[in-house]
């Protein structure tokens, strides 16, 4: 009998940290990795917001020195990256603190990357591109959907190409995740939907992923039904310390579903529109996923029959495919609930940006040669992926 050689790793941080007051433990972390003098990679928003001095207040009373860099955009940039790079080495920093969500940590990283191994950004698009370790680093969430404080990826806008590179390196995690649900009391409705969906599509694509393993499957369930219980309460009631609690713990499980799983073509599409169109990822990805999982229904039946359970359709009686169609009802049906536009154009007007079927071309092709599409379950042809866009429209 032959025997197929398949293993399957398992990326996560050393240390994690979810609950109220976890904050207060950034500090003794840090030093406890070896950092001394972090450069604390953040936005112009949370430091508006008040968060960011929450947290140097918390380094000033342990008497540490750092650096803020909160240059960090949405959709970070190969530019991005180089000018903290340059402060980072200007300040002589020892250390990294990224602050905020997926686009702070997503910086940060590539700030680390660079720091640690020469070069540009650029040279790690890929899988494991680096060969030394990152500084010491301590990740702190601030929105409920990323999981960027503890997975393996970065997603780093190539401007010349107007494409978005993604990273995959298992050096890249976190030393220290933190989640306090604290942090994020403030984070507007719209904000609260668009994160919640990203980490429901994490959920979602781990699940149907064609790498998926026991160890991933168990984290992604149980983030698909949290998320069915605490998203619509933390849209509805920013304050709901309970809903923001539960949201803490479903986007971390989707973020351990798919840094060991990896994802699908909803990632792999929602990069180029993002790279394309400077779009926020998280409602992307909402507006593609009920599209996508249509295709890739028939690969994965029985998983969508379950998601719709999890989602909390009630499928007894019904045969598979009735019942696997109830999840794309459902994700349908959540998205609309919490305010997502329902297609691409609206996307678009909602942030002052013009949407073109005539762009479509070049986005599939960029899409089928992102790294996310390689689980996707179901193998899709240049024609599907224009269907898909063309009918998210």
């Known amino acids: 009998m032959a025997i197929r050689e398949e293993v399957f790793g398992y990326f996560i941080p050393s240390v994690t940290l979810i609950g109220i007051g976890a904050a207060k433990e950034i500090p003794g972390k840090l030093r406890a990795l070896g950092g001394s003098k972090p450069l604390i990679v953040t936005d112009k928003g949370i430091t508006a917001a008040g968060i960011a001095k929450q947290i140097t207040d918390l380094l000033d009373k342990a008497e540490m020195e750092y650096i803020v860099f909160d240059e960090t955009i949405p959709n970070p940039t190969d530019k991005n990256v180089h000018d903290g790079v340059e402060v980072y080495k200007k300040e002589k920093c020892d250390s990294l603190i990224t602050l905020g969500g997926g686009s702070a940590h997503d910086c940060g990283k590539g700030v680390g990357l660079v720091i640690a191994n020469g070069g540009a950004i650029h040279d790690f698009e890929g899988v494991d591109k680096s060969s030394k370790p990152?500084?010491?680093?301590?990740a702190v969430n601030t929105t409920a959907g990323t999981a960027?404080?503890?997975?393996?990826?970065?997603?780093?806008?190539?401007?010349?190409?107007?494409?978005?590179?993604?990273i995959v390196d298992w050096r890249?995690?976190?030393?220290?995740?933190?989640?306090?649900?604290?942090?994020?009391?403030?984070?507007?409705?719209?904000l609260t939907a668009a994160t919640g969906m990203d980490a429901l599509t994490h959920a979602v694509e781990a699940y149907v992923s064609t790498a998926a393993t026991p160890l991933t499957d168990s984290a992604a369930e149980k983030a698909i039904e949290l998320i069915a219980r605490h998203l619509r309460p933390a849209v509805a009631n920013g304050s709901d310390i309970d809903a923001r609690e539960g949201m803490c713990y479903a986007q971390y499980l989707a973020g351990m579903a798919f840094n060991n799983a990896s994802l699908g073509h909803v990632h792999a599409m929602a990069h180029q529109l993002g790279g394309f169109y400077d779009l926020p990822h998280g409602e992307c990805n909402a507006i593609l996923l009920p599209h996508v999982s249509a295709f890739n229904l028939i690969g994965k039946i029985e998983r969508f029959v379950k998601i719709a359970?999890?989602?909390?359709?009630?499928?007894?009686?019904?045969?598979?495919?009735?019942?696997?169609?109830?999840?794309?009802?459902?994700?349908?049906?959540?998205?609309?609930?919490?305010?997502?536009?329902s297609g691409l154009v609206e996307l678009g007007k909602r942030y002052g940006k013009e949407v073109r079927a005539e762009d479509i071309p070049t986005m599939r092709a960029n899409a089928q040669k992102d790294a996310c599409g390689l689980t996707n379950p179901r193998l899709p042809k240049d024609m599907d992926v224009e269907a898909i866009y063309t009918a998210a429209l």
């Open 172 to 190: 890249v995690t976190p030393g220290v995740a933190l989640d306090d649900p604290m942090l994020m009391m403030g984070m507007p409705p719209a």
């Open 148 to 166: 960027s404080e503890m997975t393996r990826f970065c997603i780093i806008t190539d401007t010349s190409r107007k494409v978005k590179m993604a």
């Open 309 to 341: 359970e999890l989602l909390g359709e009630v499928t007894s009686g019904l045969s598979p495919r009735s019942a696997a169609e109830l999840a794309i009802d459902a994700i349908k049906k959540l998205s609309a609930d919490i305010g997502i536009p």
């Open 134 to 138: 990152m500084p010491p680093y301590v």
